[in-house]
């Protein structure tokens, strides 16, 4: 057989539609594949515009290796193209690809080589999206997970993630004598056939071989105004009827094989995903349009197995139950929370010591359950926190400004009646570290479960945007009551902006750049402005400057734009370079440390910047008692809130905290500066390390050890800063210390400066913490501190109380009060139900107060025994989870079983029934109590904080200089 007509290995199926343009670039990732063998059909689904005789033109250049077909009249969809393609193609393998899309260079290659070494009918391998136009070159895998690894299955049962999620028929070549035989062909003449066809592809191939390899490259590209994808037309209600009729059949197909967990799979998929993209556009659509959506999601709802919905996140979940009960006035607001996560969009209703979504259903068990939103944690949020829903009642332009109002959500009366509360309207352009421009809010009044306002902008005369470069403006709402402060944007609702007035508004760079800024609704909802061209020279303009940045107009106006993209681009790469970590690296150590040290400056930080707390704050608080020449700065991450307003503060990592850093004479922290950054010799690094160890850590850690000689010299070298290690006993010498490969000259026995209020004769309980939290000081105070999980990979758990809170208030709540402090890391959720019984302290950034506030401590594996051991009181040891910990987990340096001064309970049953007897307790474990105390804390004396002074500012400096 000539080699024109041998058997090509694969055959490349590229469809097409109106696609003239990207045509060639999608044929061309096919022909430049890797693989030789190769044929490509182009079919053409009968299109209006040029694409059938572009195919002709590329059949014509690459004669025997591409191939132009059309069909007859045009199909619709993507099925019917596809199948006469199959149909068509001689190749071992068949692939397909989309005309604006394209192919990596080994696709084929890889695909086809795993396909004839496993002899599987499917091969897959991994599609990356990417966003066309993004200016970070922003790129994403689909469902990497699935594609960690090479593997063959012998059935899908073996992995239901891979038909639940990876429907796409465009990663994947199909050995061709399995489609005939198999009789697989795409629908037509209805939508979403590539989750049909994959669907019936997966459950009919015997071999089924994953690869790791990015084959697809799906790009995304911002659609042309007016432009909508056929599966993105979601406003159109054959859009849902055909995802719904495919999802009908392949829970057939599934229900024929007894497929029954692969099905429950699926209905967690549909809930979580399938159904979320139609919700999202409700509130954007006719009430007509909702309420046919409605009456087609019931039926099928119901088909869904019950179990699904507890898989399912709390939007999603309640989304669901509310359209089935066709309850339009809760469901529009729980859509404004699904397409805005962290949004709170109800007033919310407490029952029963439960925190509920709406006060409706809740007569219903499966309601009650459903609309449950207690473990949100939004009774205890402070206002700061709350992302409040925000909705737009009113908008028209008029004479003297757009006006606006609306109603902003106060959750379970947060903000009470006689509350002082104002308001602002801030207009921000979408492009950062340009000019935003405010607005007050005159009219402004508590409305029961809302905050309803009204105010005016007068845009066209006070709102002067450049052009151009700040074109699309979004507004927020910015509530302040009292001291509170939280920020809100204006959710469009049911305020018609396609009919809405435009203000006039005049550019700096003229009205050719727009004249108007014109309102409309944002992907989540929100309100926004566009600045766009009414007048005839600013119609003329900006269509000139959007052809220009398209590439179209003429070279004069292409040569200007591409001169205004790279001025922007050049300022936005400018300030990304001034940001980017290795930039500052490179400023700190070749020009910011060589800066004169400054003398007396220390920077102190506490858990990497979270907290003003632990033996850096008793330190400080030390040198500032004694009035010491110091010149104090304290790094912050996040918020600065609690931090002293008599110090320096810095942002972590900004370049304020570099130079504070490079010109220091002392650091002094409890766990580590960014270990990049290095330390010049003429400044002092104290550490005074955040506690003693029960579980391993440093260079005993078996991550560490597996880490490669370059990456365990870059930690080393980040522990070699250390000129001063704090210890509190010969404990720490023989683990810490070596652990973290510190010499015995950087030893400092001086004990935790933390813990020098512990064993003051004259400490006290904290009376004004305890009024701050109410709690009764009469009764027993038991602080609960545990400390935080991680995997087997180092990565941080999700914190759930390992006991029921709310049995614990019933049986103790009137004799004795719970503090729940979570280590920093996690969060706690606590019921009403529990409210002045169980108290979540975890905010409290030092934790010393609430040692002193304790008269027992329950912990597990926390530093925090060594500390509290300090104060002889009776210690409780919830250690539930101990093998796990102690062998799977981390390992530690002692048995704590054997050696806790204090009872080790293995499950709440224990648990309870020590507290039942704190005192007895106590006695028990006395002796050994102190004795732990000896062991672990024999530098502990109570004067750290002035030893570490006066090494730093007293007479051991002098002596040094």
Not at 352 to 366: A, I, K, S, T
Not at 400 to 423: F, Q, S, T
Not at 729 to 758: C, F, K, M, Q, W
Request: glycine share 6%; charged share 30%; net charge neutral.
């Amino acid at each position: 057989m000539p080699p024109s007509q041998a058997q090509p290995l694969v055959s490349v199926i590229v469809i097409v539609y109106n696609d003239a343009a990207r045509l060639p670039r999608a044929v061309a990732s096919a022909l430049g594949q890797s693989l030789r063998g190769l044929e490509v059909l182009i079919v053409d689904d009968c299109s209006t515009d040029d694409s059938f005789a572009v195919a002709r033109r590329l059949e014509e250049e690459n004669p025997g290796r591409v191939r132009a077909l059309r069909l007859p009249a045009n199909s619709g969809g993507c099925g019917a193209p596809r199948n006469h393609g199959v149909a068509e193609a001689r190749g071992e393998y068949v692939m397909f690809l989309d005309s604006d899309d394209e192919l990596a260079e080994h696709a084929a290659r890889n695909l086809y080589e795993a396909g004839s070494r496993t002899d599987a009918d499917l091969v897959s391998g991994l599609s990356v999206r990417r966003f066309l136009g993004n200016r970070w070159g922003k790129t994403t895998a689909w469902y990497p997970w699935i594609y960690a690894r090479t593997r063959t299955l012998d059935s899908i049962a073996e992995l239901p993630d891979l038909l639940v999620w990876d429907t796409l028929s465009t990663n994947k070549a199909y050995r061709r004598s399995f489609l005939a035989e198999k009789a697989l062909t795409f629908p037509v003449g209805i939508l979403y056939e590539d989750l049909l066809f994959s669907s019936q592809a997966y459950l009919a191939a015997e071999k089924i071989t994953l690869i790791p390899n990015r084959v697809y490259w799906w790009d995304v590209a911002p659609p042309a105004k007016g432009e909508r994808s056929l599966s993105n037309r979601r406003h159109e209600i054959r859009n849902f009827t055909d995802r719904l009729e495919i999802h009908r059949r392949i829970d057939g197909m599934l229900a024929e094989r007894g497929l029954d967990e692969l099905k429950y799979r699926k209905d967690v998929k549909f809930l979580k995903h399938d159904l979320v993209l139609h919700l999202r556009d409700l509130p954007f659509l006719p009430e007509d349009f909702r309420k046919e959506f409605a009456g087609h999601a019931r039926d099928y709802l119901a088909g869904l197995a019950p179990e699904a919905y507890d898989e399912v996140g709390s939007p999603q979940r309640v989304c669901a139950y509310l359209l089935g009960q066709d309850d339009w006035d809760n469901l529009l607001p729980a859509v404004d929370t699904l397409i805005n996560r962290d949004k709170l969009s109800a007033p919310l209703v407490e029952r029963d010591g439960r925190v509920y979504f709406c006060p409706e259903h809740l007569d219903d068990p499966e309601g009650r359950r459903v609309l449950d939103v207690t473990a949100h944690g939004y009774h205890d949020a402070p206002l700061r926190k709350l992302f409040l829903r925000n909705r737009l009642t009113h908008y028209a332009a008029g004479p003297r400004g757009v006006e606006l109002a609306g109603r902003i959500v106060n959750p379970l009366g947060r903000i009470p009646a006689d509350a002082e509360i104002k308001a602002r309207l801030e207009f921000t352009p979408r492009r950062k570290g340009m000019k935003a421009f405010t607005f007050p809010v005159a009219d402004l009044r508590h409305d029961g479960d809302g905050i309803s306002w009204r105010a005016t902008a007068d845009l066209s005369r006070r709102l002067r945007p450049i052009g151009v470069l700040d074109a699309v403006w979004d507004v927020r709402c910015t509530l302040t009551v009292g001291d509170e402060r939280t920020t809100t944007r204006l959710t469009v609702g049911d305020v018609d902006l396609d009919a809405a007035a435009a203000p006039s508004v005049r550019p700096r760079l003229t009205r050719l750049v727009g004249d108007r800024l014109t309102p409309h609704a944002t992907a989540h909802g929100h309100l926004a402005f566009e600045l766009t061209g009414e007048g005839a020279a600013a119609r003329r303009g900006t269509d000139l400057i959007d052809r220009a940045l398209r590439g179209e107009a003429s070279p004069f106006a292409n040569a200007a734009a591409e001169r205004a993209r790279r001025t922007v681009r050049g300022a936005i790469e400018l300030k990304r370079t001034l940001n980017n970590g290795d930039t500052k690296l490179k400023v700190y150590h070749q020009a910011l440390q060589k800066l004169p040290v400054v003398k007396g400056q220390v920077v102190f930080e506490s858990q990497q910047g979270r907290q003003f707390s632990d033996s850096p704050r008793a330190v400080y608080e030390e040198l500032v008692r004694r009035g010491a020449p110091m010149k104090a700065v304290w790094s912050y991450a996040g918020s600065a809130e609690g931090f002293p307003s008599d110090a320096a503060l810095v942002r972590r990592w900004s370049w304020q905290y570099l130079r504070a850093l490079a010109q220091a004479e002392f650091w002094v922290d409890n766990q580590g500066y960014p270990h990049r950054l290095r330390k010049r010799p003429e400044t002092t690094y104290i550490q005074t390390w955040h506690g003693s160890a029960l579980k391993k850590m440093g260079f005993d850690l078996a991550s560490l050890k597996r880490q490669t000689p370059v990456q365990q010299a870059e930690y080393l070298a980040g522990l070699d800063r250390f000129d001063h290690f704090v210890v509190r006993s010969e404990h720490d010498v023989r683990t810490l210390a070596p652990a973290y490969r510190i010499p015995e000259d950087r030893v400092l026995r001086t004990g935790y400066p933390r813990n020098d209020v512990l064993l003051r004769e004259d400490a006290v309980k904290d009376r004004q913490l305890a009024g701050e939290f109410g709690i009764d000081l009469a009764k027993p105070v038991v602080l609960y501190a545990p400390t935080f999980r991680s995997d087997a990979r180092g990565k941080v758990r999700a914190f759930e109380l390992p006991f029921d809170v709310e049995e614990f208030a019933e049986r103790f709540g009137d004799r004795m009060t719970l503090l729940v402090r979570c280590h920093y890391l996690n969060r706690v959720v606590l019921p009403p139900s529990v409210r002045g019984r169980v108290i979540d302290v975890s905010d409290v950034q030092d934790v010393t107060p609430l040692y002193q506030l304790a008269d027992a401590l329950v912990t597990d594996y926390s530093s925090l025994m060594f500390d509290y051991a300090l104060l002889d009181r009776p210690m409780l040891f919830f250690a539930y989870d101990w093998e796990e910990y102690a062998e799977d987990v981390r390992g530690t340096y002692f048995d704590l079983l054997q050696e806790a001064p204090g009872p080790v309970l293995r499950d709440a049953g224990e648990l309870f029934a020590a507290l039942e007897d704190l005192d007895a307790v106590g006695k028990e474990y006395a002796d050994t109590r102190r004795e732990f105390a000896a062991a672990y804390g024999e530098y502990d004396r109570g004067d750290a904080a002035a030893r570490i002074a006066d090494l730093m500012f007293g007479a051991d400096r002098e002596a040094q200089a």
